[in-house]
C-alpha cells in the first residue's frame, strides 16, 4: 500500500523559508508524479506545485510562482517543496499526493487526478 508521510511544516514569519519533505513507500517512487496540495481553513484545497516522474517537468500555481520550487530524489523516495518569501496566506495544512497510474501525463492541478494522499502538516505564517 502506498503511503506518504510530510514533515518540516511549522511557524515561521512573513518572509521566511520552509522546506517541506514527502516520503513515499510502497512502490516504485520514480515511476510517478509527484503534487503539493494546500488547505487554509474554511477554504477549498488548492493546488500548489507538481513535479513528473522524471523530474524534467515541473508545474506551479501563480500564487506561489517564483517563490517556491519543488525537486524530488528518487534515491531517497523523497518530494521536496522549498517555499521562500512565505506570506501570511500560505498558512495552511499542505500535503503531498500522487497518481495511481505511472509514467502518465494528468491535469497536474486537478485533486481528483491524484490517489494517494499524505496526512499533511501545517504551515503558519505570521504577520
Known amino acids: 500500500q502506498v503511503q506518504l508521510v510530510e514533515s518540516g511544516g511549522g511557524l515561521v514569519q512573513a518572509g521566511g523559508s520552509l522546506i517541506l519533505s514527502c516520503t513515499a513507500s510502497?512502490?516504485?517512487?520514480?515511476?510517478?508524479?509527484m503534487g503539493w496540495f494546500r488547505q487554509a481553513p474554511g477554504k477549498e484545497r488548492e493546488f500548489v506545485a507538481a513535479?513528473?516522474?522524471?523530474?524534467?517537468?515541473?508545474y506551479y500555481a501563480e500564487s506561489v510562482k517564483g517563490r517556491f520550487t519543488i525537486s524530488r530524489d528518487n534515491a531517497k523516495n523523497t518530494v521536496y517543496l522549498q517555499m521562500n518569501s512565505l506570506k501570511p496566506e500560505d498558512t495552511a495544512v499542505y500535503y503531498c499526493?500522487?497518481?495511481?497510474?505511472?509514467?502518465?501525463?494528468?491535469?497536474?492541478?486537478?485533486?481528483?487526478?491524484?490517489?494517494?494522499w499524505g496526512q499533511g502538516t501545517q504551515v503558519t505564517v505570521s504577520s
Open positions: 499526493a500522487t497518481p495511481g497510474v505511472p509514467q502518465t501525463v494528468i491535469v497536474w492541478y486537478d485533486p481528483r487526478e491524484y490517489d494517494y
Open positions: 510502497g512502490r516504485a517512487f520514480s515511476s510517478h508524479g
Open positions: 513535479i513528473s516522474w522524471s523530474g524534467g517537468s515541473t
